[in-house]
């Protein structure tokens, strides 16, 4: 890899941004660092892979992705294998892999990574299933319900805090489900509400972590099961959404770690991956330790401990 980066591509998703001038921020940013810049812009789902894979036949040092996760996931699909780093400039209503490895929001902050000197890079892994890469995480059940029900418009109004307003609606077709798990080679029958396997352990708006012992470059994901609907689970989200604290009450919640899981629950449920929702009913997933380089800000010199 270069040690500075001084050609770049960048994947435009045009519905991201909420209304906001960026193509002045990015060129002011750009000109000021000598940077050689390109764009392509997408305007459907897949365009971000094609885009992506083209640009890296162009003898450039990196990508850069301007939009939410979907977009970043679909870049990751059209680099993992190639030695071509990625740049995030979040853009999105959510921004989890931003947020899980520090990448500042503001567009402007974001571009000066680019130009601050040698380029720290963090190694990260992603998840796989159906010959496709995912980059936050799955969720099966209520959380996926929670995605499905959150419009467009009220996802750039809101911003993640969307993804929270259909919970009245979703609490009322709660019903309990049993997941079968096989979780590197060993078989749970779990009852619960909802499945989550996470590569990253944020909730995309807040630096405060699902758990503290999620880590995206660990070589494993992250399998957990809400268990139950109570006022504990309330609770549970409401610190974490209202206070932006860590919540501590997580008897609700089963926690497992794995390098392969197959999933299937015993009745039909939304299947979210990465924000998009799918048909599968049967999933079976696997980590790809390592996969691809990010462009992260430099680590603070920490205090001896
Ligand atoms: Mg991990």
Known sequence: MKNIIKNIHI???????KGRSILPVINAAMK??????????THKAGDAVRLTKAAAKNGIDAIAVYGGDGTVMEAVNGL?????PLIILPGGSANVMATELGIPWDLKEACTLISQ???EMKTIDVGRFNNRYFIAGISIGFVADLIKDADRESK???????????ITAAIQKLKLTIYHLKIDGIEYDVQGLTCIIS??????FTKISLDKHIDVSDGLLDVVI?????????????????????????ELVKHWQGKEITIS????????????????SHLHIKVVPGAIRVLVPKKEKKAVE
């Open 11 to 17: 994947i435009i998703n045009p519905g991201s941004g």
């Open 32 to 41: 000021e660092a000598g940077i050689k810049w390109e764009a392509s812009i």
């Open 80 to 84: 993992v294998g190639s030695e071509i």
């Open 117 to 119: 000197g040698p380029p």
């Open 156 to 166: 750039n109004m809101f911003g993640i805090l969307a993804y929270f307003f259909p």
């Open 199 to 204: 590569n990253v352990g944020n909730l995309g």
């Open 226 to 250: 809400v268990r139950k609907a109570n006022l504990s689970l309330f609770k549970l989200i409401f610190i974490t959404l209202i206070k932006r604290e860590r919540p501590e009450n997580f």
């Open 265 to 280: 629950s015993s009745r039909k449920q939304a299947v979210q991956c990465d924000g998009e929702l799918l048909e599968n």
